[in-house]
């Protein structure tokens, strides 16, 4: 059974959890709230069947759908941070270091379209829930540091050009992974969907990697 204890494992991941929530905009019920709205008795294919739970479970490990929501959330952004601990950048020169966390961003966030909904429905409601998890602000500053510690190496081995923010370049790297899920209906349906099949994803996944390096490089060092 997934749920064994009241303060959730992280081995209970986020997949698992969100079977329980159903916090997808295509089953939701309400003014795209994923958080109030979503109906905890509701039937979807696998769900409550899939993970041996009961909605009275549910209450009582999480206590409400915002206890559970919470849980999902923070589930998600361990996973995020997890998958980016295990690149194991640190014994990694600082360039490669830098294309493979922008590498590794590009593909997380394409196989894990559940992850960005989560994002978009706390952007809806103003990062509520986000503000309130003191874990998810941890995963995050520690994120930081370590792409902090990239800039760092690289500057000094003067493949990275002085003064780069790790924040800035952070948000870069996240503008492009993220649209390129976030979007994805909206731009397939105006100019079709070529760039999303694996040839163009691996291109757009290929200029992401050089957009964010051609940024971080050194004018000494770069190659047009």
């Known amino acids: 059974m997934y749920l064994a204890v009241q303060s959730v494992n992280w081995n209970c991941t986020y997949k698992n959890i969100s079977l329980l ?9 309400g003014k795209n709230d994923g958080r109030r709205q979503a109906r905890l008795d509701a039937k979807p294919r696998g769900g409550k069947a899939r993970t041996r739970t009961s909605k009275r479970m549910i209450y009582y490990y999480f206590g409400d759908k915002m206890g559970l929501y919470t849980q999902a959330l923070e589930a998600a952004y361990h996973k995020v941070r997890e998958g980016e601990a295990s690149l194991d950048l640190d014994h990694l020169p600082p360039l490669e270091a830098l294309e493979k966390l922008v590498s590794f961003t590009f593909d997380h966030h394409r196989r894990n379209p559940d992850f960005i909904r989560m994002v978009m429905i706390e952007n809806i409601h103003q990062a509520e829930a986000l503000i309130a998890s003191d874990k998810i602000r941890d995963l995050n500053i520690a994120a930081i540091e370590k792409l902090r510690e990239i800039c760092v190496r690289g500057e000094k081995e003067g493949v990275f050009r002085s003064g780069l923010d790790p924040v800035a370049l952070h948000w ?3 503008a492009a992974s993220f649209f390129n899920v976030s979007n994805q209906p909206t731009f397939t349906a105006l100019f079709g969907g070529t760039l999303f099949g694996e040839a163009g994803q691996q291109y757009l996944r290929s200029q992401t990697v050089k957009a964010i390096v051609a940024i971080a490089r050194s004018q000494a060092t770069f190659e047009p």
């Not at 929530?21 to 019920?29: A, D, K, V």
């Open 21 to 29: 929530l159903w916090f997808s905009p295509r089953r939701l019920h």
């Open 172 to 174: 870069q790297i996240s």
